[in-house]
């Protein structure tokens, strides 16, 4: 897969961006931006362990000398409930110590400071593959037609459609959970957060994606949401 296809994979994903030092996380951010749908970047261990309380991340970046909370101890409390969201660590200690601690804390790639901007694609291309290990290939549709995550397209052989990344972030999601329903609440919630999302707009983008995917892709499960059934050819 081609570098710009994996990471063309971030654009609908959010990531946590956790630097104490004012520039280094203003110039960060900047790169960043270039490839993820949203960043949010905080100073502090703590601003993190606040945010994974209350949002959803794709990925998080975490420097380890921080105030209040350090990097290697947030990911230690996020690991007790979340042992898959892929975690890069940013750092000037390269000490085996260092190193043995991120190991069994499943840290996706360690990238020692001064990292340049090849490193940090790096790691990213990393994330990517780790986030997306069952999402890379192609979802089949029907017969005619399939989703490719890497473009966030659906093809048939005549045309191709885009997803909005809302729609494209949905579809994954569904899919990822294939056959078991998902509410309508766990759907806001995964789309924005804490942002109030009425069920009629839920109604409206599942309405849209429909119109892309196949209304028997996506079937309603009444007084719960919706699930996403996975093609099988006969």
Request: with cysteine; hydrophobic share 40%.
């Amino acid at each position: 897969m081609e570098e710009r296809d994996l990471l063309g994979i971030l654009t609908d994903k959010t990531i946590l961006y956790a630097e104490d030092e004012p520039g280094i996380r203003r110039n960060v951010t900047e790169t960043l931006e270039l490839f993820f749908m949203d960043v949010v970047a905080v100073e502090d261990g703590q601003a993190v362990l606040d945010e994974m309380a209350i949002n959803h991340y794709d990925v998080l970046m975490l420097d380890i000398s921080m105030p209040h909370v350090d990097g290697l101890e947030a990911v230690q409390a996020i690991r007790k409930t979340n042992q898959h969201i892929p975690i890069i660590i940013v750092s000037a200690h390269s000490t085996q110590e260092y190193l043995w601690r991120a190991v069994e804390l499943k840290i996706t790639k360690y990238l020692t400071k001064p990292s340049t901007r090849d490193h940090l694609i790096t790691a990213l291309e990393h994330a990517t593959l780790e986030l997306t290990r069952h999402k890379r290939h192609p979802v089949e549709l029907d017969a005619d037609r399939y989703y490719s995550p890497c473009k966030k397209c659906v093809y048939t052989d005549k045309q191709s459609q885009t997803l909005t990344p809302t729609e494209s972030r949905l579809l994954e999601y569904l899919v990822a959970q294939e056959n078991c329903a998902v509410s309508f609440e766990t759907i806001a919630d995964y789309l924005w957060g804490y942002e109030p999302h009425s069920k009629e707009a839920i109604k409206s983008l599942i309405k849209d994606l429909r119109r892309k995917v196949g209304s028997e892709r996506i079937q309603s499960v009444y007084g719960i949401g919706y699930l996403f059934v996975p093609f099988a050819a006969s």
